[in-house]
């Protein structure tokens, strides 16, 4: 029987296999042998061992299509970034940092503000703008309002047919978001607290869920910091689209966009092209990057 693995718990992997339901397997022994873990997300080939009880091994992992290390996930379509307009303020400095590791894992990313009934319609129109300009889908929501969900350019139809990965900060709203999508998904959420307006942690492992046929949704554990993946600090500009076509006006091959004269990027940021929030998170990236080979 071949099927997906929606959730992994303390060394039980429930499988969904279409047509017969979620079975509970323990994985093989060989794939302890191997270094080889079962991932949420994982198409795997079970073998049944009580029909009635509904209880499995895991026979076999079928080839991945990508990984994710942090939540630690398999074969992803879409990574579905979702922030707060407000309460928490969002930290797009976070944002970016989520963009860079999806993009270094070549998952495309979706960025979602929910939360809109607590913002201006200035602050929709600059959040929105901002991600738009350098070639992110973004989708302005409210989950308390029920906005932004339904319709043909709705948040539903973004996801419909693929295995999403929601990510982001803690008390943004991403269980909430889920409950909204599929009701029977029944997840905890938690009161945003008062004192630090910071989420408390309400997701305590990672699991898919099915908000339709062929659409799949993981609520992941949600971080409110995030350490930039192993690379060169040379290469964090490729990761920051908007800059591929004013770097081709740089004077010097190799330009960091950081002090050299006569820079494409920082020209195109004096005109306007380059939002002044993206580049600034750029710098502050590239200079913790530029730290880490220097103290590493």
């Given at each position: 029987?071949?099927?997906?693995?929606?959730?992994?718990?303390?060394?039980f992997y429930y499988v969904y296999v279409v047509e017969s339901g979620i079975y509970e397997c323990r994985?093989?022994?060989?794939?302890?042998?191997?270094?080889?873990?079962?991932?949420?997300?994982?198409?795997?080939?079970?073998?049944?061992?009580?029909?009635?009880?509904?209880?499995g091994n895991v026979e076999k992992i079928l080839p991945r299509k990508n990984e994710l290390f942090r939540?630690?996930?398999?074969?992803i379509d879409l990574a579905l970034v979702v922030f707060a307009s407000a309460s928490p303020k969002p930290?797009?400095?976070?944002?970016?940092?989520?963009?860079?590791?999806?993009?270094?894992?070549?998952?495309?990313?979706?960025?979602?503000?929910?939360?809109?009934?607590?913002?201006?319609?200035?602050?929709?129109?600059?959040?929105?703008?901002?991600?738009?300009?350098?070639?992110?889908?973004?989708?302005?929501?409210?989950?308390?309002?029920?906005?932004?969900?339904?319709?043909?350019?709705?948040?539903?139809?973004?996801?419909?047919?693929?295995?999403?990965?929601?990510?982001?900060?803690?008390?943004?709203?991403?269980?909430?978001?889920?409950?909204?999508?599929?009701?029977?998904?029944?997840?905890?959420?938690?009161?945003?607290?008062?004192?630090?307006?910071?989420?408390?942690?309400?997701?305590?492992?990672?699991?898919?869920?099915?908000?339709?046929?062929?659409?799949?949704?993981?609520?992941?554990?949600?971080?409110?910091?995030?350490?930039?993946?192993?690379?060169?600090?040379?290469?964090?500009?490729?990761?920051?689209?908007?800059?591929?076509?004013?770097?081709?006006?740089?004077?010097?091959?190799?330009?960091?966009?950081?002090?050299?004269?006569?820079?494409?990027?920082?020209?195109?940021?004096?005109?306007?092209?380059?939002?002044?929030?993206?580049?600034?998170?750029?710098?502050?990236?590239?200079?913790?990057?530029?730290?880490?080979?220097?103290?590493?």
């Amino acid at each position: 029987m071949q099927g997906k693995i929606l959730k992994g718990i303390s060394g039980f992997y429930y499988v969904y296999v279409v047509e017969s339901g979620i079975y509970e397997c323990r994985a093989k022994g060989v794939f302890r042998l191997q270094h080889i873990k079962p991932l949420v997300g994982d198409t795997v080939e079970i073998a049944v061992i009580s029909e009635e009880e509904k209880t499995g091994n895991v026979e076999k992992i079928l080839p991945r299509k990508n990984e994710l290390f942090r939540p630690a996930v398999a074969n992803i379509d879409l990574a579905l970034v979702v922030f707060a307009s407000a309460s928490p303020k969002p930290n797009l400095n976070l944002l970016d940092r989520y963009l860079v590791s999806m993009q270094m894992q070549q998952i495309p990313s979706l960025v979602c503000f929910n939360k809109m009934e607590l913002a201006t319609l200035e602050q929709r129109i600059e959040l929105a703008g901002i991600y738009e300009a350098c070639g992110y889908p973004v989708r302005l929501i409210s989950v308390k309002e029920q906005e932004g969900i339904e319709g043909k350019n709705g948040l539903r139809q973004a996801l419909r047919g693929k295995t999403v990965a929601a990510c982001g900060p803690s008390g943004v709203g991403k269980s909430s978001l889920i409950n909204l999508l599929q009701p029977q998904a029944l997840m905890e959420t938690g009161e945003i607290s008062r004192k630090i307006a910071r989420g408390k942690q309400t997701t305590r492992h990672t699991q898919l869920i099915c908000t339709e046929d062929d659409t799949y949704i993981m609520d992941t554990p949600g971080f409110s910091s995030l350490f930039l993946p192993e690379m060169e600090k040379e290469q964090l500009q490729q990761y920051y689209p908007e800059f591929a076509a004013p770097a081709s006006r740089c004077r010097f091959q190799g330009c960091s966009h950081i002090s050299e004269p006569d820079c494409g990027v920082r020209r195109a940021l004096e005109e306007g092209s380059i939002h002044p929030v993206r580049y600034d998170n750029y710098r502050q990236l590239y200079e913790e990057l530029k730290g880490r080979r220097k103290y590493g």
